[in-house]
């Protein structure tokens, strides 16, 4: 009896060691199943995380990542909320902690069973650089210069050299950018597309040179000036000059200068950054850095100027108009509308001056709208808008050849000139540049430009949209459609052959009725087969992108977005909810059988969960929507939820 009650103890002491000892299991069924995932913020009462996934993995063994596993990352800028089971076993740094112990942009190495996670350990960011890999928040891009500063959450840097966090910050250059493979949210993309507050991974060659960086949306920047300082609480001023508070955690690393500085170096009237992210209801803090920034441009206006106040240096104008994609939007705002003249400007206006004024505006460090150039116009008998191609830009002469008019254009240093974002001077107007131009037609018969809006070239990412019925699925690998149509604008064609397509853990999206779903439930068995559904695929390079089991579409409509209905904001202006419903104006619906487009006068889509986002060449979502934009829905006859919309906006 002694013996068996002490094989009994041993039982009790050998279960308990195993619950508290980090173990390696490897998957033995599709229950279970083990991700790397990016963690940037967690939700204790919800008991979720906020999670960007990295890899799909055929093990939980942190020792078992390695180099060529860690190359085949690809960031697709999509985030996930994932719920922890409340039993869930959690490792960091290899002592056992709780779900609270998480800290926001942290790597992990999940068990995930049934849609709930099960299992957590922390991967240190060494292992990243043994495999070559080096990763962080962008701080600063710098292509003129051709150099990148990233740091990390905790305020450190990464050291090439794989010593522990020897500085604040941490800068890898370039030679030749051509030479330099660029990724934003999975996708090729140039280097002025990566922003501070992007997540990043980058890689090197033997000499210390960077050859690819990945980067994906994390965390927005907000610029505003400390008015009150509290308990780890800064009250911020807004545009309207009202005052919103936000809560700073006592880990949040603050600079200045580039310098790692603590909370006591906030003082009142401080400009500064804030790096933040909205996940649901929650705001995470990623950055405070007390800097000024420089200004870009955000919109060019034109209104009728009433008055201008030296003293304040601002002006009081009327009748706002917005110009976007071509089109002059009336701003919904009555009466006089007082704008403030940015502090690096001063503009030239006469004494008593009236009229039109263009105007280039632009945030200042207080996170308002003050204008950044202007352009004062009184003499002209009409205004117009073109869109064309510059075959000849003579900045000399101060004119403009172009494709689709006999006289000539002219522009100079007075004309607002915007391209990607930035205001530019004549001498960079290319020719075969295509721009929306908003002239005047003056009294001596000449026309002038006063805004130029240089359309940049949509990238061609080789996209194809097919439609198809599963014949087979080969788990996670592959799928293949007996038949399927092409899309061809504005038509389908038809081609009655088989097609398989590349399945890529790392990078196909699937969208059910529901929204989303794992590609681990993408199969042709079971209860939930996909087998003989028609879908919509995105391919490139023979793989399939994106997937989707929106209804068949044979109606084809184009036209304008006018208004956008749903959309929620935050106290930022940063979209929570996206838009639900989409109306277009002065719109077009195709005539297949007599092959023309007929005017409508205003048309109405629903957004589904499963709805298919393209914008300027890239895979996208509902909250990338924007209103002006072009935009061609794909619906059916019946109902007006729209399947696929490809959106354009320059």
């Not at 055929?58 to 909320?81: C, M, T």
């Not at 850095?289 to 420089?294: C, G, Q």
């Not at 298919?612 to 939820?641: W, Y």
């Amino acid at each position: 009896m002694r013996f068996i009650k002490f094989k009994f103890l041993l039982l009790i002491i050998a279960i308990f060691m195993m619950s508290i000892t980090p173990f390696s299991t490897i998957a033995v069924n599709g229950d279970l199943n083990y991700k790397l995932v990016h963690v940037f913020s967690t939700d204790i009462q919800n008991r979720t995380i906020h999670a960007d996934i990295l890899l799909d993995l055929p093990y939980s063994d942190i020792s078992l990542l390695n180099a060529k596993d860690i190359h085949n990352i690809k960031r697709l800028g999509v985030y996930e909320d994932m719920g922890v089971s409340d039993d869930c076993v959690i490792y960091i740094d290899n002592a056992l902690k709780t779900f609270s112990d998480i800290e926001q942009d942290t790597f992990m190495l999940i068990s995930v069973s049934n849609s709930v996670i099960t299992r957590m350990e922390s991967v240190n960011r060494v292992l990243f650089q043994e495999g070559g890999i080096y990763s962080g928040i962008l701080e600063e891009n710098n292509p003129v210069l051709g150099y990148v500063t990233l740091y990390f959450p905790d305020g450190s840097g990464t050291s090439p050299n794989l010593a522990a966090a020897l500085s604040n910050y941490r800068t890898y250059s370039y030679q030749n950018i051509d030479e330099v493979t660029v990724y934003k949210n999975g996708a090729l993309a140039d280097i002025e597309q990566l922003n501070p507050g992007d997540s990043v991974f980058i890689q090197l060659d033997d000499a210390g040179n960077m050859v690819k960086i990945s980067g994906t949306d994390n965390y927005y920047p907000v610029y505003g000036r400390v008015r009150t300082k509290g308990n780890r609480m800064l009250q911020i001023e807004k545009e309207d000059r009202s005052f919103i508070q936000i809560h700073i955690p006592s880990n949040t690393p603050i600079f200045q200068n580039r310098r790692r500085v603590s909370w006591n170096e906030i003082k009142q009237g401080d400009d500064v950054r804030i790096l933040l992210q909205t996940s649901k209801n929650q705001t995470v803090i990623g950055q405070v850095t007390i800097a000024k920034r420089e200004v870009e441009v955000d919109n060019i206006y034109k209104a009728n100027l009433y008055s201008f106040n030296r003293f304040t240096n601002s002006i009081m104008v009327t009748g706002m108009q917005q110009f976007k994609n071509g089109v002059w939007n009336t701003i919904d705002i009555r009466g006089a509308r007082k704008l403030t003249i940015n502090d690096n400007y001063n503009p030239d206006i006469p004494r008593g001056a009236f009229g039109t004024v263009y105007m280039a505006t632009g945030k200042n460090v207080t996170g308002n709208d003050t204008v950044v150039r202007l352009v004062m116009e009184n003499n002209a008998l009409g205004t117009g808008v073109m869109h064309d191609t510059i075959i000849d830009a003579d900045s000399g002469r101060s004119k403009l050849i172009l494709m689709n008019r006999n006289l000539p254009v002219s522009f100079d240093e007075s004309s607002l000139i915007l391209k990607d974002g930035k205001l530019i001077n004549p001498i960079q107007v290319h020719n075969n540049d295509i721009a929306y131009i908003a002239t005047s037609n003056m009294i001596d018969g000449s026309v002038k430009a006063n805004v130029i809006c240089i359309q940049e070239p949509v990238t061609n990412t080789g996209f194809s949209l097919i439609r198809g019925r599963i014949s087979n699925i080969d788990w996670c690998n592959s799928m293949t459609v007996e038949s399927f149509s092409e899309f061809n604008y504005p038509n389908w064609e038809f081609n009655n052959i088989r097609k398989t397509l590349t399945l890529d853990p790392l990078a196909t999206r699937v969208f059910d009725d529901g929204g989303r779903i794992d590609l681990l439930d993408f199969d042709d068995v079971g209860d939930r087969s996909f087998k003989n559904r028609s879908v919509y695929i995105l391919v490139q390079n023979g793989s399939a992108m994106l997937v989707s089991t929106a209804p068949y579409g044979d109606v084809i409509c184009k036209g304008r977005v006018s208004e956008l209905v749903g959309v929620q904001k935050d106290s930022f202006n940063h979209i929570v909810t996206p838009a639900t419903t989409l109306i277009v104006k002065d719109g077009n619906r195709y005539n297949d059988e007599l092959s023309v487009w007929e005017s409508e006068t205003e048309m109405q889509f629903s957004l589904s969960a499963n709805t298919v986002f393209i914008k300027n060449g890239e895979i996208v979502d509902a909250s990338k929507i924007e209103k002006s934009d072009n935009i061609t829905v794909i619906k059916s006859e019946f109902g007006d939820n729209a399947f696929v919309i490809f959106a354009e906006s320059y």
